[in-house]
């Protein structure tokens, strides 16, 4: 048989793949650094206007910042942290995808768990503080369980919503293929054709997952988000920035960590 | 007209039911169809969508199905497929109803529908995953298909990067791959350009001949019927039915200058109403 290629269609068509950050292109990195820097200067220019516990100085911030470092306080903290982050996003993102594939694949499970799901979905995670306590006590677990309703919801949603688009078509296509029941339907078609969907909620929900530490954090736990929370009663702006800089910059490592991921995982896509 | 049966004619004695009889009989690898009729219960009144479908189609055949828009190709194709279920009557694949999906019928959609997240090889080798095949065994049937269909330096791509004609052959190699009795296609070439249909059909036409499989093909491209199949089965709409089975007496490889192909054409336009 004859194949009509010309030479028009690169063999594995996966050879230009940006890293997404920017670093690939240069002009992209000098309008990025400029940005900063412009935005620092503005700051700059404007705290020069206003006393400390308004808007401090850049320059202060960094002092802060180096100081709560060296004191080993702002490791200590971050690490309190990523124990309340890193389980909270991990049981909270499996547990929304599992469920959120399994309620939008099956329709007996959806009918059921429906009027359910729909009165749970407007409490925000502050509001089960109190179960928090109650449940786990003011501890790493307590805090960790704020973060993992907030993934929760996030990826149910969102595996909910990429099930939901799986094409009728590739579902008939395995059938003829020799695909017999639900778990087999869901594991070889319904999941790859919703990885796309589903990978997009994990990365939303694990930059959401910082947010919460700041919540997660409020009824007395040690970690960043304390740090910010104390800070702030005392009107200690700096350090406060400094602390919103620490959170920021996890952020970013895990974001990109995770483009890169998925980049990798979903290296098929158009 | 020469080699024109009248299959309207059939289908109201029993002619029809004695060919359908015969392939249930003898286990051969032919498929029937039996008085299938298929009602849509929508909102207010049903639907008529198939009446009383018979036809078969023979080991070995390539048999086309035309027919205008809205005669109920694609419900049939899906009735067939085991995709869809019959309101009446029902489908006989090599003598066994048809009572769902079967790995003994090589369906072929007109859109691909490839996995994306798989690779050319990987599309291919699905169904086989779920026969008892070895793993060795797997991998040459996969290098097999890809040969057939002269994709075996694509083995590794992702679908994103073929462009349509090829997607459709690894849409093929996938369905041949379980080896199937029947290759079932619904418009398969639709999607694609003239130039490229033309290569298609005629790759089409190599594989029929050196696998020997049978082959039900539905398209509304009459040209494409009469270039591929060795009998035509034409139907008519509201409600959709057998309007005629049509013999196509022409030597392969066939022609388009050629006059007995240009009156097969015509006839078959005729029946179902459409302008030449």
């Known amino acids: 048989m004859a194949t009509d290629t010309g030479g028009r269609f690169d063999g594995d068509g996966g050879t230009a793949i940006a890293t997404g950050i920017g670093l690939d292109d240069p002009r992209r990195l000098v309008r990025g650094v400029a940005g900063i820097a412009g935005f620092v200067l503005l700051w700059h220019l404007v705290s020069l206007t206003q006393p400390a516990y308004v808007l401090p100085s850049p320059g202060a911030v960094v002092d802060a910042f180096a100081e709560e470092l060296a004191s080993g306080t702002m490791t200590a903290a971050l690490w309190s942290s990523i124990r309340h982050w890193a389980p909270g996003t991990f049981v909270g993102t499996t547990l929304g995808v599992g469920a959120g594939v399994a309620l939008s694949w099956s329709r007996l499970l959806d009918d059921v768990t429906a009027p359910l799901v729909r009165t749970l979905r407007p409490v925000p995670p502050l509001a089960l503080i109190g179960f928090a306590i109650a449940w786990f006590g003011i501890n790493d677990a307590g805090a960790a369980f704020i973060i993992a309703v907030g993934a929760f919801w996030i990826n149910f949603y969102a595996a909910y919503g990429a099930v939901e688009g799986v094409s009728n078509d590739l579902l008939d296509v395995g059938r003829t293929l020799g695909v017999r029941g639900d778990l087999d339907m869901v594991r070889s078609i319904v999941v790859p054709a919703a990885l796309p969907g589903i990978t997009t909620g994990i990365r939303t929900g694990l930059g959401r997952c910082w947010m919460l530490v700041v919540a997660s954090e409020i009824f007395g736990v040690p970690g960043v988000g304390r740090e910010i929370l104390r800070a702030s009663n005392n009107l200690l702006v700096d350090k406060v920035i400094a602390y919103i800089l620490v959170l920021s910059l996890m952020y970013l490592l895990v974001d990109v960590a995770f483009r890169a991921a998925q980049r990798r995982v979903l290296v098929w896509q158009a | ?276």
């Open chain 2, 1 to 276: 007209m020469a080699g024109v049966s009248n299959g309207a004619d059939e289908a109201d004695d029993t002619g029809v039911t004695d060919e359908v009889d015969e392939i249930a009989g003898d286990g051969e690898a032919g498929v029937a169809v039996d008085r299938v009729g298929k009602t849509y219960e929508g909102d207010g009144t049903p639907v008529r969508a198939l009446d009383d479908v018979s036809f078969a189609v023979e080991e070995g055949e390539f048999v086309c199905l035309v027919g205008p828009s809205g005669c109920g190709k694609t419900t049939l194709f899906r009735v067939i497929a085991g995709l869809t279920d019959a309101t009446d009557g029902q489908v006989l694949l090599g003598g066994t109803p048809v009572i769902g999906p079967t790995t003994d019928m090589g369906v072929v959609f007109q859109e691909y529908h490839l996995f994306p997240w798989l690779t050319v090889a990987e599309n291919v080798g699905f169904g086989l995953e779920r026969s008892d095949r070895t793993d060795a065994e797997r991998e040459r049937r996969v290098d097999e298909m890809l040969e057939l269909v002269g994709l075996s330096e694509f083995r590794d791509s992702y679908p994103k990067s073929l462009s349509g004609g090829m997607k459709q052959r690894v849409a093929i190699a996938r369905a041949l791959a379980v080896d199937p009795e029947l290759l079932l296609m619904d418009e398969p070439f639709g999607a694609v350009d003239a130039q490229t249909r033309e290569m298609l059909q005629r790759e089409l036409l190599d594989v029929w001949q050196s696998t020997g499989k049978t082959v039900l093909f539905v398209t509304h491209d009459v040209a494409e019927a009469v270039t591929l199949a060795d009998r035509i089965v034409v139907m008519a709409a509201e409600p959709g039915r057998v309007a005629e089975v049509v013999d196509v007496d022409v030597d392969r490889p066939r022609e388009r200058g050629d006059p007995a192909f240009g009156e097969h054409v015509a006839r078959v336009r005729e029946l179902i109403g459409a302008r030449p």
